[in-house]
């Protein structure tokens, strides 16, 4: 993924990134994912399609997953912005995180960012989720690494390790945007 569009304009564009306020000069229909890898150095949220389709570029805004590789920097402005990074506290990781480990559910691991974030998300609306609510969300997160299986078996199992953590979800968070549900 190139810099483009990176260059410098004002006035800056203010958002919040996993806790830190910054103030962007760059020109405001860049897309997220280019300001958060390129400016922020911020590499958890992958590209991949660059089209809304693969959700390898998932994050939180205000809780809710998002693709990151469609949506202009504008539409954040003033928003919460959760990126993988910012998932785990205390230097800990996450329980989703955690949960992705204990099943061995990466290969190459391009897709995790976007599975993690989704599996995020869906137990903020429902902590123990049935199978098929796992499967919906994250039907449309594509893993050509066929690890489906494994992935499934973590979101159980972060659901168990969620609710027995310290670590509190990122939001309430109703549903995703910026790409297929
Ligand atoms: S890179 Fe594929 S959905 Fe964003
Ligand atoms: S683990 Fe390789 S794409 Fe999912």
Redesign the pocket.
Known sequence: MSGQGSTAMAPPVRLQVNGHTHALAVHGQVTLLQVLRNDLGLNGPKYGCGLGECGACAVLIDGVAARSCCIPLDGVAGRAVTTLEGLGQGGALHPVQQAFIDTQA???????NG?LVATVALLQRHPRPTDAQARTALQHH????G?HIEILAAVQRAAVLLAGSATRPVADAPAERGGPA
């Open positions: 990466a290969q190459c691991g391009y897709c995790l599975m594509l893993c050509r690494c690890t």
